[in-house]
């Protein structure tokens, strides 16, 4: 095993660009979803004529579609990635009924009437989102129990689709493995998905740190759930 300071240190100096985990090949693994959310989204933008991804990151899920409607827009708001793209805040800078194909991968928050607002009659809401408690292991392990919460479970995405107008045609939900295999791609991951330990920092949690690099691997729980939602 590598020596902890090496690890931390190492991964405290690894650049942290956009929503790129390119960093953690070969350190950390995380299993996907048996929808193939990425092979969907292909489909569909085959065919579609206006497509909006929302909270886009660096885009690189729309670079990797093999074809795309003329008009494909990305929006994005959350630092640092938005310094890449044009950033947007909770309202869509985009006209009404304007697309008929809305996608999201892992959205911070689904703003529901936005997504609404913007779709075409007949159009679909396809969507990636991250689930309850998804690596509560991870924070837990820092923190202690996470509080009991409903803001990210598949029922209450129902429910706010439906009161938005739209109709959810499929919701399907899955708990994946992820393993760290090394306290440094722990670190690198809570510099880059900040909302896991809001406050970390390895001078405050150096001791539950190194008492995770005796303990590695490090095994966590992915929550993830797709929904596609049509506008009436």
Same mark, same amino acid.
Not at 203 to 227: G, N, S, W
């Given at each position: 095993?590598?020596? =902890?300071?090496?690890?931390?240190?190492?991964?405290?100096?690894?650049?942290?660009?956009?929503?790129? =985990?390119?960093?953690?090949?070969?350190?950390?693994?995380?299993?996907?979803?048996?929808?193939? =959310?990425?092979?969907?989204?292909?489909?569909?933008?085959?065919?579609?004529?206006?497509?909006?991804?929302?909270?886009?990151?660096?885009?690189?899920?729309?670079?990797?579609?093999?074809?795309?409607?003329?008009?494909?827009?990305?929006?994005?708001?959350?630092?640092?990635?938005?310094?890449?793209?044009?950033?947007?805040?909770?309202?869509?800078?985009?006209?009404?009924?304007? @697309?008929?194909?809305?996608?999201?991968?892992?959205?911070?928050?689904?703003?529901?009437?936005?997504?609404?607002?913007?779709?075409?009659?007949?159009?679909?809401?396809?969507?990636?989102?991250?689930?309850?408690?998804?690596?509560?292991?991870?924070?837990?392990? @820092?923190?202690?129990?996470?509080?009991?919460?409903?803001?990210?479970?598949?029922?209450?995405?129902?429910?706010?689709?439906?009161?938005?107008?739209?109709?959810?045609?499929?919701?399907?939900?899955?708990?994946?493995?992820?393993?760290?295999?090394?306290?440094?791609?722990?670190?690198? @991951?809570?510099?880059?998905?900040?909302?896991?330990?809001?406050?970390?920092?390895?001078?405050?949690?150096?001791?539950?740190?190194?008492?995770?690099?005796?303990?590695?691997? =490090?095994?966590?729980?992915?929550?993830? @759930?797709?929904?596609?939602?049509?506008?009436?």
């Amino acid at each position: 095993m590598r020596d =902890f300071d090496d690890l931390v240190d190492e991964a405290m100096a690894a650049p942290i660009s956009g929503w790129d =985990f390119s960093w953690l090949d070969g350190r950390a693994t995380e299993a996907r979803p048996s929808w193939r =959310f990425r092979d969907r989204v292909a489909e569909r933008a085959a065919h579609a004529h206006a497509l909006v991804d929302i909270e886009c990151g660096d885009g690189r899920l729309l670079d990797s579609l093999p074809q795309r409607p003329a008009l494909t827009v990305g929006v994005e708001d959350y630092q640092p990635r938005a310094g890449m793209l044009r950033a947007t805040g909770a309202a869509l800078p985009v006209r009404a009924a304007s @697309f008929d194909l809305v996608i999201s991968r892992h959205p911070v928050v689904a703003h529901w009437d936005e997504i609404a607002r913007v779709l075409a009659p007949g159009g679909t809401y396809l969507a990636q989102h991250v689930g309850p408690r998804s690596a509560a292991e991870v924070g837990e392990w @820092f923190v202690g129990p996470w509080p009991p919460s409903e803001a990210r479970t598949p029922e209450r995405a129902r429910r706010l689709a439906a009161d938005a107008g739209l109709d959810v045609v499929d919701l399907r939900y899955e708990e994946l493995p992820m393993v760290f295999d090394d306290v440094g791609a722990v670190v690198y @991951f809570l510099r880059l998905v900040v909302w896991i330990v809001p406050d970390f920092s390895v001078e405050k949690y150096r001791d539950r740190l190194r008492a995770m690099h005796d303990a590695m691997p =490090f095994h966590a729980t992915a929550a993830r @759930f797709l929904i596609e939602a049509a506008r009436k």
